[in-house]
């Protein structure tokens, strides 16, 4: 026992020690969403309760109220130059705002049911959605006009989420199944089932979108390799974590 004892100090030594630092307060219903923006300058929260609340980062202190959702939101995605914020609603549309101002510039719409998830492009021009209606759009900012709907899941679509260069584009959903996309041409590249086909609550590209990180409903963390090329197979699970 004393030998394995300097080395669970060492684990526990490791383990980060967080502390409260503040807390914000304003919802009147559950928070969905908490995103910062790229800049670091503000903090957008979204709730049940149809809005979007705006802090400063760096104060806590509230800034600003968005309203104009007709039903709770979901999700929130900040434009990687921190001018724009959208957000996915229960009422079927994603809208656009201005971080300056907090201005609704459009409401895009064309989803068919809850739209659960979204994000912009690192080139600002393009927002990716999903929603319970099983498809994922791809909308021009500068237009709010929809430019493409790829179908290919057959349960809601759970996240969406845009690799480092803009070009791809990785999808998960309650089928199980995660699909990378080509961008500009809507065309799906590959489709990767995790054993025992799991539904898939999150999905996300690395920093390098050399991997995909994958969170399903049997409380595992999977990290794929999806460009994988050996043993006849086009993608691995490089790590499983469980707890």
């Not at 802090?55 to 309203?67: I, M, V, Y």
């Not at 803009?166 to 309650?174: A, C, H, K, P, Q």
């Not at 089932?193 to 049997?218: C, H, M, Q, W």
Request: aromatic share 10%; net charge neutral.
């Amino acid at each position: 026992m004393q030998g394995g004892a300097p080395a669970a100090a060492d684990n526990l030594a490791t383990v980060p020690r967080f502390k409260l630092h503040r807390t914000l307060e304003g919802h009147s219903k559950a928070i969905s969403s908490v995103k910062f923006s790229p800049n670091g300058r503000w903090l957008a929260s979204s709730s049940a309760d149809k809005t979007i609340r705006v802090w400063d980062a760096r104060s806590g202190k509230w800034l600003r109220t968005l309203e104009g959702h007709i039903q709770g939101i979901s999700d929130l995605s900040w434009s990687h130059d921190s001018k724009y914020l959208c957000s996915a609603s229960d009422d079927k549309t994603i809208k656009l705002w201005s971080s300056e101002d907090g201005e609704l510039l459009k409401t895009l719409i064309g989803h068919s049911n809850y739209v659960f998830c979204v994000n912009f492009n690192p080139q600002n021009n393009l927002i990716v959605s999903g929603s319970f209606d099983e498809t994922i759009r791809l909308w021009d900012v500068k237009t709010g006009q929809c430019i493409k709907t790829l179908p290919g899941h057959s349960d809601p679509v759970s996240a969406v989420n845009f690799s480092k260069d803009g070009t791809l584009i990785v999808s998960s959903s309650y089928d199980g199944l995660i699909r990378i996309w080509d961008t500009a041409s809507g065309q799906c590249l590959k489709t990767m089932v995790g054993e025992n086909n799991p539904p898939v609550s999150f999905v996300k590209f690395s920093p390098n979108s050399r991997y995909i990180l994958a969170g399903t409903l049997d409380s595992n963390i999977r990290l794929w390799d999806y460009a994988y090329e050996g043993d006849n197979t086009k993608e691995r699970v490089v790590k499983t974590y469980t707890g």
